[in-house]
């Protein structure tokens, strides 16, 4: 299947709004949630949350940024590369291994919240948008 240029143009646009379009959401809001970690350790609790705090708060949302990144790199690869059979095959791996991560992630976020539920243990973070 043979992609024309004109159909090329309109899908990375489409691509490209698709992206911008959360920057213009976040623009929109005068607050924007930002995780800061207190650093005052004076037992080992303090450590444990400080370190659970950089894992939920900055780790996770950056591994799954990373992961939807692949996979727009991908699809880029994949839409690019329509005469080029091998360098199309790349494309599509990089979509594949973007989705079977971010899926992991997914699955194991939800475990953990499931987990967390059965034993009563408090799994409280969940991704949001910033409230006014």
Same mark, same amino acid.
């Given at each position: 299947?043979?992609?024309?240029?004109?159909?090329?143009?309109?899908?990375?646009?489409?691509?490209?709004?698709?992206?911008?379009?959360?920057?213009?959401?976040?623009?929109?809001?005068?607050?924007?949630?930002?995780?800061?970690?207190?650093?005052?350790?004076?037992?080992?609790?303090?450590?444990?949350?400080?370190?659970?705090?950089?894992?939920?708060?900055?780790?996770?949302?950056?591994?799954?940024?990373?992961? +939807? *990144?692949?996979?727009?790199? *991908?699809?880029?690869?994949?839409?690019?590369?329509?005469?080029?059979?091998?360098?199309?095959?790349? *494309?599509?791996?990089?979509?594949?291994? *973007?989705?079977?991560?971010?899926?992991?992630?997914?699955?194991?976020?939800?475990?953990?919240?499931?987990?967390?539920?059965?034993?009563?243990?408090?799994?409280?973070? +969940?991704?949001?948008?910033?409230?006014?």
């Amino acid at each position: 299947m043979k992609i024309s240029h004109t159909k090329k143009i309109f899908l990375s646009i489409f691509l490209l709004c698709g992206l911008l379009q959360t920057t213009l959401v976040y623009a929109q809001s005068p607050t924007v949630a930002t995780t800061t970690c207190s650093n005052n350790f004076t037992t080992i609790v303090d450590i444990i949350e400080y370190t659970k705090c950089v894992i939920s708060g900055l780790l996770i949302p950056l591994l799954f940024a990373v992961a +939807v *990144g692949v996979f727009i790199w *991908g699809v880029i690869q994949y839409l690019r590369n329509t005469t080029d059979p091998k360098k199309r095959e790349e *494309g599509r791996s990089f979509m594949i291994y *973007g989705i079977i991560s971010l899926f992991v992630m997914v699955s194991i976020w939800g475990l953990v919240g499931f987990l967390g539920n059965t034993f009563g243990v408090s799994t409280t973070f +969940v991704p949001s948008l910033p409230q006014e």
